[in-house]
C-alpha cells in the first residue's frame, strides 16, 4: 500500500526553514517562516504566558478531556478579543482548533459539508497553505486579483472587477489585516465596499486573522473584521494565537461561525463539534487556557498588550530603517512601500533569480515570491539586506 505513494509538492516556506538551517555560513539571515524574533533573533516567550503557566501548573488540578468545542470560557476570551461589540450575540458558533490552520481547516470543511458545490476564493497571492488545503479537500476554487506588481499596493480595481464574480453561497478568503504574503492592505472604506458587495452577491465571507496586533494596534487590526459581521448575515473566522500571544507550538486556534439567526446557532455549533470529532477529537488545551487566563486577568492582559505593542513597534521600527536605508542606497522613495506595509510580511517585488541571488551572495533567506519576515531583521541586519537588495538589481 505505502508503495503507492508519491512525494507530496514541499511547501515553500517549511523547505526554507530546512534550507536556512542547513547553511553554514555565520552571517545568513532568516527573513523567512513567519515567527517572531526579537534583536538578538530570540522567539521569546511573552511574560504574561510565562506567569500563566507557572500558576497554571500550580493550579491546574487535572488534564482530563474539556469538551469537543474545548473550554466555552476560551471561546468568549478570544471571540471578544477579535470580535468585540460586534459579536453577535446567540449567533456565534465557535470551537477551539489546534492553530489558526486547523481553524482554517475546519473552516473550510463545514463549508463543504454544507455547500460541497460552494466556490472558495482566494486572493492572489495568499499564504500557500490556503489553496494547499482547498485542493487537498478538493473544493472548487476561484481567485481574485489582489497585489499590484507596480505600486506593491493592494490592486483594489482589480479585487472588485474579480469579487464581482462571486456567486451566492461562495466562499472568500480574506486576511483580516496584515496580509500574508504582501504586507498590502486595505483601507477601512475598501473593506466597507468589499462587505458591501460580498453582502449584495450572498458570499460568505472567511476571514483569516492571524496577525491581530501586529499592524495598527489590537482594535485596528479588528476593525475590518468587525465591519464585515456587521454587514452579512453570515460569515466564517478562523483567529490565530500563535504570533500575537507568541505560542506557536502551543497550537492555539479558535473556528467561529455567525449563524444567520439563533434557530441556526444549535445546529452550525453541532455540526463544528463534529468535525472536531472526526479529526482529531479534542483540541488542545494548554495554550487555549494560558491565553483565557491572560485575556480575563486585568493585570495580566495589560501587561501582554503591552509587550505586544512593544513587538508592533519594533517592526515598525525595522520597516521605517529598511525603506530609509533603500532611499539612502537608490536616491528615490521606490521602497517606500516597506514602510507602508503592515505586519510581519511584504513582499518585495524581486524576481526568484534575485532571491536566489542574495541567498547565494549575502545569505538573506527570504520565501521564493520575495516574501520577507520583517521580525526577522534587526538593526546590524537592515544594511546589510539593502546591499544585498541593491546588488541583486531588485
Ligand atoms: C508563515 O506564513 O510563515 C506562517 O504562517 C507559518 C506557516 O505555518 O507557514
Same mark, same amino acid.
Given at each position: 500500500m505505502l508503495t503507492a505513494l508519491t512525494p507530496q509538492a514541499p511547501d515553500k516556506i517549511l523547505a526554507l526553514m530546512a534550507a536556512f538551517r542547513e547553511d553554514p555560513r555565520p552571517g545568513k539571515i532568516d527573513l523567512g517562516v513567519g515567527v517572531y524574533k526579537d534583536a538578538s533573533g530570540l522567539t521569546p516567550v511573552m511574560r504574561a504566558v510565562k506567569a500563566a503557566e507557572r500558576q497554571l501548573v500550580e493550579e491546574q488540578d487535572t488534564k482530563a478531556y474539556t469538551g469537543l468545542a474545548g473550554d466555552p470560557a476560551y471561546a468568549d476570551a478570544l471571540s471578544d478579543l477579535v470580535l468585540g461589540d460586534a459579536r453577535p450575540e446567540g449567533r456565534l458558533a465557535a470551537v477551539a482548533t489546534p492553530g489558526g490552520t486547523g481553524a482554517i481547516r475546519q473552516g473550510l470543511e463545514l463549508i463543504r459539508l454544507a455547500t460541497p458545490e460552494a466556490r472558495v476564493w482566494m486572493s492572489n497571492p495568499t499564504w500557500p497553505n490556503h489553496p494547499a488545503i482547498v485542493g487537498y479537500l478538493g473544493m472548487p476554487t476561484a481567485s481574485y486579483r489582489y497585489f499590484?506588481?507596480?505600486?506593491?499596493?493592494?490592486d483594489f480595481d482589480g479585487m472588485v472587477e474579480d469579487l464581482a464574480g462571486v456567486a451566492a453561497g461562495d466562499a472568500v478568503i480574506l486576511h483580516g489585516c496584515c496580509h500574508n504574503p504582501t504586507g498590502a492592505n486595505l483601507t477601512l472604506d475598501q473593506w466597507r465596499t468589499i462587505a458591501d458587495l460580498l453582502a449584495d452577491r450572498g458570499a460568505v465571507p472567511f476571514v483569516d486573522i492571524a496577525y491581530q496586533g501586529f499592524g495598527d494596534g489590537l482594535e485596528a487590526d479588528a476593525e475590518a473584521t468587525r465591519l464585515i459581521l456587521q454587514s452579512v448575515p453570515e460569515a466564517i473566522i478562523a483567529a490565530s494565537c500563535s504570533k500575537n500571544f507568541g505560542i506557536y507550538r502551543e497550537r492555539t486556534g479558535l473556528l467561529m461561525a455567525m449563524a444567520p439567526s439563533a434557530d441556526h446557532l444549535k445546529v452550525t455549533q453541532g455540526a463544528m463539534a463534529s468535525l472536531n470529532r472526526l479529526n482529531f477529537s479534542f483540541p488542545p488545551d494548554h495554550g487555549a487556557r494560558v491565553v483565557t487566563m491572560i485575556l480575563t486577568d486585568d493585570t495580566l492582559r495589560a501587561d501582554w498588550a503591552a509587550e505586544l505593542e512593544e513587538v508592533r513597534l519594533g517592526m515598525l521600527g525595522l520597516r521605517e530603517a529598511l525603506a530609509t536605508a533603500l532611499r539612502d542606497r537608490v536616491g528615490s522613495d521606490r521602497f517606500g512601500f516597506l514602510a507602508a506595509h503592515r505586519g510581519m510580511f511584504s513582499r518585495l517585488g524581486a524576481t526568484p533569480e534575485q532571491v536566489e541571488a542574495m541567498r547565494r551572495d549575502h545569505g538573506v533567506y527570504m520565501v521564493?515570491?520575495?516574501? $520577507?519576515?520583517?521580525?526577522? $531583521?534587526n538593526a546590524q541586519t537592515v544594511p546589510i539586506l539593502a546591499d544585498a537588495i541593491v546588488a541583486a538589481g531588485v
Open positions: 499590484d506588481d507596480d505600486t506593491r499596493g493592494v521564493g515570491d520575495s516574501r $520577507l519576515n520583517i521580525a526577522g $531583521l
